[in-house]
């Protein structure tokens, strides 16, 4: 029964991103639900450009079907609009379902996993029409897919990601494929290695990147339209028991877009929220 | 005449003699933050006959008392701990159980699950044959077994006749 009012908060509530549980705000990390754990997320993210600003607020869930397999949707919505460029890293309009599983998983040590996860999502349009140069396309499903691999410890934790979105065609305009990475390093001080029953921090510096292609409309390729980015920021996670806090901020270290079509983009924000559910159940004798 | 009745009711009863874990230390490998000692802490609170669970993320010790008469087994003990992402290491354990076998392949039966361990010393050699039939207290070490497996073999520090 719990189960299913989290799911319908889930389905009730708008959504966003890359809000993980208990990972970083914006980059790619390896973490997957526990078997029968259900998770659920609720945050808002911003973008604020020289265009406009974009908040959106978003709700996601999450189910391990195994230890190393997670069910996951994301339902955003956008409160706000500007024009900006097409970004993976911080969702926009669409919602997105898919799995998440952990493909390589080492336990080396006491607190201490290095562990590979891959994830795909099927994306498709929300019912919210997007902001500025993408607002005028017809949009059409796509396909997003991602890995993660790195390390999580007591004291630090490191990881690589990347990840490449495709949208199919719709009335001869598509969306700009999305190449997206980032590199993310996080610390808990020797202080802060305590008891589960406390509550439990950590910062994290998250570097994230993307390149988006030109933008396809009534069949023609639009020139000028891709962009590339680097962003870079600090995020900080605060945990206790089965509850989560996380927010940041990002700013552009490189930026390379066409400030005609999408302004200036400054700014990106985000603050996030989860509750995690786990199972008590393992099997009889 | 009524207290060598209840002495009596104490020594024979099956309750009396009820095998069963009596504490189990866990090593727990991979549980870097609060939600990851959660995890198991509720797992194993979620297994019939716990009684406390103590999570101490930065040893990965997971220390977990049972209630008398308890049906718990290793294999749930370590499923809760597999189901969360994470690997168990030796188990060191205290437990009430029927020996069984002979004097030089002895057994430890947990009546009342298919739990049962060929004895080996920790360490110099224990006379068990005196207690062969009997129910004992035994602590001891179960070695890592692979995932989905628990170890065959206890490697026994003390064997006490139970009371």
């Known amino acids: 029964m719990k189960s299913h009012i989290l799911l319908a908060c889930a389905l009730a509530l708008p959504a966003i991103a890359n809000a993980a549980d208990h990972g970083p705000v914006f980059g790619y990390a390896t973490p997957v639900n526990s078997q029968r754990e259900l998770s659920f997320d609720t945050g808002i993210f911003g973008r604020q450009g020289s265009l406009g600003t974009q908040l959106s607020t978003g709700s996601g869930f999450g189910y391990g079907i195994t230890p190393h397999l997670t069910v996951n949707a994301f339902l955003p919505a956008t409160f706000n609009s500007g024009a900006l460029p097409e970004s993976r890293m911080i969702a926009g309009s669409e919602w997105s379902a898919g799995a998440s599983w952990r493909f390589q998983h080492s336990v080396t040590s006491v607190g201490k996993r290095i562990e590979s996860t891959g994830s795909l999502n099927l994306i498709v349009p929300g ?10 396309l017809h949009r059409a499903p796509g396909v997003a897919g ?12 490191a990881w690589l990601g990347g990840g490449y979105t495709r949208f199919a065609q719709a009335s001869h305009d598509q969306r700009p494929d999305t190449i997206s990475w980032s590199a993310v390093y996080g610390y808990r001080p020797a202080k802060l290695r305590r008891g589960y029953d406390q ?11 993307e390149h988006t292609g030109n933008v396809r409309t009534s069949g023609i390729v639009l020139g000028g339209s891709s962009t590339t980015s680097l962003w870079l920021g600090p995020t900080v996670l605060a945990i206790l028991k089965n509850i989560a806090i996380s927010g940041g901020v990002q700013a552009p270290v490189f930026r390379d877009a066409s ?14 929220f989860s509750y995690l559910k786990y199972s008590a159940q393992t099997s009889g004798h | 005449m009524k207290k060598a009745l209840i002495v009596f009711a104490l020594t024979f009863s099956p309750a009396a003699l009820q095998a069963e874990f009596q504490q189990v230390n866990l090593t727990v490998f991979g549980m870097d933050c609060a939600p990851c000692a959660h995890a198991i802490h509720v797992s194993m609170k979620g297994i019939e006959g716990v009684n406390s669970v103590d999570v101490d993320l930065n040893t990965g010790l997971v220390t977990i008392k049972l209630n008398p008469g308890n049906r718990a087994t290793m294999r749930q003990f370590n499923e809760a701990v597999e189901k ?24 430890l039966q947990i009546d009342g699950t298919t739990d049962q361990f060929a004895l080996t010393p920790a360490a110099g050699g224990v006379d068990l044959a005196s ?33």
């Not at chain 1, 019912?127 to 005028?136: E, I, N, R, V």
């Not at chain 2, 690997?87 to 076998?101: L, Q």
């Not at chain 2, 062969?132 to 077994?145: E, R, S």
């Open chain 1, 259 to 272: 400030t005609a079509l999408y302004g200036r983009e400054q700014l990106r924000f985000a603050i996030n």
């Open chain 1, 127 to 136: 019912p919210q029409p997007d902001s500025g140069l993408l607002a005028t």
């Open chain 2, 84 to 107: 969360n992402g994470f690997t168990h290491k030796d188990a060191y354990i205290v437990a009430k159980g029927k020996m069984t076998g002979t004097a030089s392949a002895p057994v």
């Open chain 2, 131 to 163: 207690l062969l039939g009997k129910t004992v207290t035994i602590a001891g070490v179960l070695p890592q077994a692979p995932k989905g497996k628990v170890s065959t073999t206890l490697h026994y520090k003390s064997v006490t006749e139970a009371r």
């Open chain 1, 199 to 209: 509550w439990d921090y950590r910062g994290f510096a998250e570097l994230t990147g």
């Open chain 1, 146 to 157: 991602s890995v993660a691999t790195g390390l999580a410890s007591r004291s630090q934790y």
